[in-house]
T-cell receptor, first 117, second 114 residues
């Protein structure tokens, strides 16, 4: 079984400032890691994912995340945020066992990012 | 592709009524997932299908909930009888096991049981 903890429920930030949304996970097996974004009254959209290889992954809209196996973390970062980044962000994991499905996800509780002008 | 299509987008029903939520996955995908989002419990997996067969339904909360996938292009999630605590946003997602390394989500159905 896996669990995901997003350390901040809300993160307010000013436009053009950098932001980091923190995510830690717990799992007895290897995992794949994902960040999804949810805009109001919308479904979830994938920002980025870590499956293997380089621990620094880049996603859409200028976001990036770094996988740290020793700290079991997958923090999301953006060097300069825009008003349009205001949304809720979810960290998620799936197990990396052979034959697994990448859609069988365990989600964190979400972080609401609010970008102020 | 139009993406994952869910209907209806909004549903308001009275306690005790039967509710059916519908999902059309992305064409060619062979895995389908039903998730529920609430303020208290966040996003939780209810059930998932692979090649139209239910693989894991351990997240289905009670016998009042049932899900079917009669063919590769259609799935339903039924609640009978509905209760106010079933009020939530229900998401359907699809993927292709083995080669599609992410899940694609629909817009969700917001269910309100009064």
């Amino acid at each position: 079984a896996q669990s995901v903890t997003q350390l901040d429920s809300q993160v307010p930030v000013f436009e053009e400032a950098p932001v980091e949304l923190r995510c830690n996970y717990s799992s007895s097996v290897s995992v794949y890691l994902f960040w999804y974004v949810q805009y109001p009254n919308q479904g979830l959209q994938l920002l980025l994912k870590y499956l293997s290889g380089s621990t620094l992954v880049k996603g859409i809209n200028g976001f990036e995340a770094e996988f740290n196996k020793s700290q079991t973390s997958f923090h999301l970062r953006k060097p300069s945020v825009h008003i349009s980044d205001t949304a809720e962000y979810f960290c998620a994991v799936s197990d990396a066992l052979g034959g697994t499905s990448y859609g069988k996800l365990t989600f964190g509780q979400g972080t609401i990012l609010t970008v102020h002008p | 592709d139009a993406g994952v299509i869910q209907s209806p987008r909004h549903e308001v029903t009275e306690m005790g009524q039967e509710v059916t939520l519908r999902c059309k996955p992305i064409s060619g995908h062979n895995s389908l997932f039903w998730y529920r989002q609430t303020m208290m419990r966040g996003l939780e997996l209810l059930i998932y299908f692979n090649n139209n067969v239910p693989i894991d339904d351990s997240g289905m909360p009670e016998d009042r909930f049932s899900a079917k996938m009669p063919n590769a292009s259609f799935s339903t999630l039924k609640i009978q009888p509905s209760e106010p605590r079933d009020s939530a946003v229900y998401f359907c997602a699809s993927s292709f096991r083995g080669s599609v390394t992410e899940a694609f989500f629909g817009q969700g159905t917001r269910l309100t049981v009064v």
